[in-house]
């Protein structure tokens, strides 16, 4: 029973093209993030969404677009990729505003643009 | 701005103790998380200080004192499993977290 699970693990794209990674939790919680993890391991915080509302918008390219049909489920979609956006991209959830604490992650998503 | 500050490496003898310092400087402060992040894995809750002192989880505990603007990690009784890069991250706000580089630790046998 994986609390936060996303797919795909891995991805390898080239340049240009657009994809797509999925994101669900089933830890009840109101809150899911998305995350970027470069190669030097910096956790940088991208979006976060509390009960389908998008409350934190940090400066990422708008080639970046998140969804979140109801508050299990996140989605990140990148349009016309670059090579710096390879890195690993995590989903994360919490529970209620105080909650963020107390982050549950998902195993991670490997993008590499070629 | 808001940052933390950790060492970038720190290297300890299995079964020893360990202590992983995070200084943070950040416009409101309502708990020091610690987390933990084995190579090719997921960072992992470990714990979570937001009242001065000592928090006690097994063999890991966490320190935090708010008018130093410092918390510590402290890793006892080093296990090779415990090499991993560790995280603390600082709530300042409703729903945001502000991370620190990571320190990874090196266990030696």
């Known amino acids: 029973d994986t609390a936060v699970s996303q797919t795909p693990k891995y991805l390898v794209t080239q340049m240009g093209n657009d994809k797509s990674i999925k994101c669900e939790q089933n830890?009840?919680?109101?809150?899911m993030y998305w995350y970027k993890q470069d190669s030097k391991k910096f956790l940088k915080i991208m979006f976060s969404?509390?009960?389908?509302?998008?409350?934190i918008n940090e400066t990422v390219p708008n080639r970046f677009s998140p969804k979140s049909p109801d508050k299990a489920h996140l989605n990140l979609h990148i349009n016309s990729l670059e090579l710096g956006d390879s890195a690993v991209y995590f989903c994360a959830s919490s529970q209620g505003a105080s909650g963020a604490n107390v982050l549950t992650f998902g195993a991670g998503s490997r993008l590499t643009v070629l | 701005g808001q940052s933390l500050e950790q060492p970038s490496e720190v290297t300890a003898v299995e079964g020893a103790i360990v202590q992983i310092n995070c200084t943070y400087q950040?416009?409101?402060?309502?708990?020091l998380s610690w987390y933990q992040q084995h190579d090719g894995g997921a960072p992992t809750f470990l714990s979570y200080?937001?009242l001065d002192g000592l928090e006690e989880t097994g063999r890991f505990s966490s320190f935090l004192s708010r008018s130093d603007s410092y918390g510590y990690l402290l890793l006892q009784e080093l296990q090779m499993k415990d090499s991993a890069s560790y995280f603390c991250?600082?709530?300042?706000?409703?729903?945001?977290?502000?991370w620190g580089a990571g320190t990874k630790l090196i266990i030696k046998p």
């Open positions: 969404y509390n009960n389908k509302e998008l409350i």
């Open positions: 830890l009840g919680h109101d809150t």
């Open positions: 991250a600082v709530r300042p706000s409703n729903y945001q977290l502000i």
């Open positions: 200080n937001a």
């Open positions: 950040t416009s409101g402060f309502y708990g």
